[in-house]
C-alpha cells in the first residue's frame, strides 16, 4: 500500500491512503537501518498488519521532493509564513530569520499578517512597506473577521502549504477556515506576556481538493541560522540584489565600507531600514559565531 504521513506522534505515523483511510503504523525493520526519520509529508510504502484496527508497517519512503528541518515536514511546495499585526506583535527578526531559512531551503514562501482587526491601517501599511522589496507575496488577513481569506485559498490551490510562524498568531484558526473537518485546538494568547501558549504541538497535514494540501504545525519560539558565512548573507536579502556590482569594493558586505550603493539606498529610503538593520545584527552575529 502507498500513502501519505500526515501525522506523527511519538514513533506512531498516521497514514492515509487514498480511498482506505488513515492507518496507524510503526516504522520497522530493514527500513530503520536506512536512518532516516519519516515526516508529515512523506509519501511511504506501508504492509498492513490489521485491516480492522488500520493498523501497519511503513517499508519505505518514496523519494522526497524536499525536508525542511524547521518545521520538520517533506515534499513541500510553498510556505506561508503566518504573523500577527498584533497580539502578540511581530517579532521582525524573528521573521528575517525564517525567510532567510526557507531561502536556504529553496522555498518560495508567502507572508501573511493576521489579525488586521486588532491593529491599525498605518500599522499594516507600515508592514507593507517593509517586505516590499524581500521578494515575497505578501497578504494581510483576518480570520476573525474574514478578511483577505479568499486570496489566501487561491494561493493554495493544487500545491502543498506548510503554514508556520509563532504561537499565537492563528495559523490553526486559518487551518480551521480553510478546512472545518481539520477541527484543529486554538488557544488563547496569554494576557500578560502577549505570547501564544503552544496550542499545536504535531504538525498536520490536511487535503483540501485535488492536488492541495496543506500542513499546520507548531509555532516557534526562536530560529537559529547559523549554516551561512557572514559574507554571503547579503545574497538572502533581494531587496539588495538590484545594487550588486555598484559599490565601490568588490565583495562589500555593504556595513562599513565606503561608497556603498546598498547604504546610499538604505539613506534614499529605497530600501527599509528595518530590514537593513536586522541585516546588520544577523550579519554580526554570524561573524562572532565563526570566531570560535
Ligand atoms: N483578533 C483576532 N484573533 C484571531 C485571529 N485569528 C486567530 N485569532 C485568535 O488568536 C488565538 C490564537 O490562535 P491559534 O489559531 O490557536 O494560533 P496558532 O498560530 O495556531 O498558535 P499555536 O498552535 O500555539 O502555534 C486564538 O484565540 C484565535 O481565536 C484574527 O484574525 N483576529
Ligand atoms: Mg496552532
Ligand atoms: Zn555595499
Known amino acids: 500500500m502507498q500513502g501519505k504521513i500526515v501525522k506523527g506522534i511519538a514513533g506512531f505515523y498516521y497514514i492515509h491512503a487514498d480511498g482506505h483511510g488513515v492507518y496507524e503504523c510503526k516504522a520497522k525493520g530493514a527500513f530503520r ?140 484558526s486559518m487551518m480551521n477556515y480553510l478546512k472545518p473537518e481539520a477541527d484543529m485546538a486554538t488557544g488563547d494568547i496569554s494576557r500578560k506576556i502577549q505570547r501564544g501558549r503552544h496550542t499545536t504541538r504535531h504538525s498536520e497535514l490536511f487535503h483540501l481538493q485535488g492536488q492541495t494540501y496543506v500542513m499546520d504545525t507548531p509555532g516557534f519560539t526562536s530560529l537559529y541560522i547559523n549554516e551561512i558565512d557572514a559574507p554571503d548573507l547579503k545574497n538572502y536579502f533581494t531587496e539588495f540584489d538590484q545594487y550588486e556590482g555598484l559599490c565601490r569594493f568588490n565583495g562589500c558586505v555593504h556595513i562599513n565600507e565606503p561608497d556603498c550603493a546598498v547604504k546610499n539606498a538604505l539613506e534614499e529610503g529605497k530600501i527599509s531600514k528595518n530590514r537593513y538593520d536586522n541585516y546588520v545584527v544577523l550579519y554580526d552575529e554570524l561573524k562572532a559565531q565563526r570566531k570560535y
Open 33 to 172: 537501518n536506512q536512518k532516516v526519520k519519516p515526516l508529515v509529508g512523506d509519501m511511504v510504502e506501508f504492509d498492513i498488519i490489521d485491516e480492522t484496527t488500520k493498523k501497519g508497517n511503513i517499508v519505505k519512503i518514496l523519494p522526497r521532493l524536499n525536508a525542511l528541518i524547521r518545521p520538520a515536514v517533506a515534499n513541500v511546495d510553498q510556505a506561508m509564513i503566518v504573523f500577527a499585526v498584533a497580539q502578540p506583535l511581530p517579532n521582525l527578526n524573528m521573521l528575517d530569520r525564517f525567510l532567510i531559512m526557507m531561502q536556504m531551503q529553496q522555498v518560495e514562501t508567502i507572508i501573511c499578517f493576521n489579525k488586521t482587526d486588532v491593529s491599525n491601517e498605518a500599522e499594516v501599511e507600515k508592514l507593507g512597506k517593509i517586505y516590499a522589496g524581500s521578494g515575497c507575496r505578501i497578504l494581510f488577513t483576518s480570520v476573525e473577521m474574514g478578511e483577505g481569506l479568499e486570496e489566501v485559498r487561491e494561493l493554495l490551490l493544487e500545491k502543498t502549504t506548510v503554514m508556520a510562524g509563532p504561537s499565537g498568531v492563528g495559523k490553526s
